[in-house]
């Protein structure tokens, strides 16, 4: 199967800091790539979904410019969660689908990236 | 009515048995169906795909798809413990994104 890595896979930050986390397509090209947020025991939640060289597009009720998403390239997606406080502790997972060669409505997940804001 | 809707279980069944999972889903016209599995803390990672109606065989999982009723489920046959964990239905529904349902959690009794 087509690997996402995500790095880190784990942080913690004080309140007030900023923390990027990178999502990358490994042996694929990712025409897209979503970054979901999932807190304990709950389902996944979308965020937002970026195509390469384009603006992202939010999920309704996410602050765009608190979650601030660059896709670089067909291989790498940023997520930066800006001026972090303690409600932003989640586990982010992001996801990518492939163009041709891979399926192209596959959604392929990196493991996630546990965040904890202290 | 939500678009992907599963039961949340827990299911549970005794090691050897066969799990059966289901899913319903509200969009006629979604083409492409897939089943995910989500161990606690980790990412989910794709167990199967199916496209077509009727049974789609990989291993110990079926995927079984019926786009007259709506609705996909999956066959665990001698289920594991190692299979626990919260089963996620998916459909694409014609977004961007692929349209997850809040997932079955599966517990396999030793």
């Known amino acids: 199967g087509a690997v996402v890595s995500q790095h880190p896979s784990w942080v913690i930050c004080k309140s007030g800091t900023s923390v990027k986390i990178e999502c990358r397509s490994l042996?694929?090209?990712?025409?897209?790539m979503f970054w979901y947020r999932q807190f304990p025991k709950q389902s996944l939640m979308l965020m937002a979904t970026?195509?390469?060289?384009?603006?992202?597009?939010?999920e309704q009720g996410v602050e765009k410019d608190k979650f601030l998403i660059n896709h670089a390239s067909l291989t790498l997606s940023t997520l930066t969660v800006t001026s972090a406080h303690p409600e932003d502790s989640s586990f982010y997972i992001c996801?990518?689908?492939?163009?041709?060669?891979?399926?192209?409505?596959?959604?392929?997940f990196g493991p996630g990236t546990r965040l904890t804001v202290l | 009515q939500k678009e992907v809707e599963q039961n949340s279980g827990p299911l549970s069944v005794p090691e050897g048995a066969i799990a059966s999972l289901n899913c319903t889903y509200s969009?006629?016209?979604?083409?492409?169906f897939f089943w995910y599995r989500q161990y606690s803390g980790k990412s989910p990672e794709l167990i199967m795909s199916?496209?077509?109606?009727g049974d789609k065989e990989d291993g110990r999982f079926t995927a079984q798809l019926n786009k007259a009723s709506q609705y996909v489920s999956l066959l665990i046959r001698d289920s594991q413990p190692s299979d626990s964990a919260t089963y996620l239905c998916?459909?694409?529904?014609?977004?961007?994104?692929?349209?997850f349902g809040s997932g079955t959690r599966l517990q396999v009794q030793p």
């Open positions: 996801s990518a689908k492939g163009l041709a060669g891979r399926s192209t409505d596959t959604q392929y």
């Open positions: 042996d694929f090209q990712a025409t897209t």
């Open positions: 970026s195509n390469e060289g384009s603006k992202a597009t939010y």
């Open positions: 969009d006629r016209g979604s083409q492409s």
């Open positions: 199916i496209y077509s109606n």
């Open positions: 998916a459909v694409d529904t014609g977004r961007r994104a692929l349209t």
